[in-house]
């Protein structure tokens, strides 16, 4: 979790003023403020502020949520979600630290698998 003194160091940023669209593929830490939609592939932290809107499916490290996102989520160490954050979709994740006010709107899966069916299997006795 990052500590609210430390900074990262950002290797590239999205403005509140500015709107992409397509398929983001970094190293490093990026932030967006501003509105992102398409699909994000990295394997380090994608930081998304409090003006942050995206919708987006992700598949990141570390996820620090300070704004919107709605779509599907794999982050394969962490996500962070600060107050008034708001994730709308599927989560997949091995740990989630969630501040108060913070809203998850949908499935949270830490386990790493795929989720299943229940079946009960019943045997005739013959």
């Known amino acids: 979790m990052v500590q609210k003194n430390e900074e990262l160091p950002i290797k590239a940023y ?33 930081v998304i502020g409090e003006t942050g809107n995206m919708k987006a499916d992700i598949k990141v490290g570390t996820l620090v949520c300070k704004g919107q996102l709605a779509g599907k989520v ?11 954050s708001k994730i709308k979709g599927d989560v997949q994740t091995r740990a989630l630290s969630m501040a108060l006010g913070a809203v ?9 698998g795929e989720s299943k069916k229940v079946v009960n299997l019943v045997e005739k006795k013959t």
Do not use: C, W, Y
Not at 16 to 25: C, E, N, Q, R
Not at 104 to 112: A, E, Q, V, Y
């Open 14 to 46: 999205l403005g509140s003023d500015a709107l992409f669209k397509g398929t983001l593929t970094f190293e490093g830490t990026v932030r967006i403020d501003g509105q992102f939609e398409g699909q994000v592939n990295t394997n380090d932290t994608l």
């Open 74 to 84: 794999v982050a394969s160490k962490t996500i962070e979600m600060h107050p008034a």
């Open 104 to 112: 998850l709107d949908g499935h949270l899966n830490m386990t790493g």
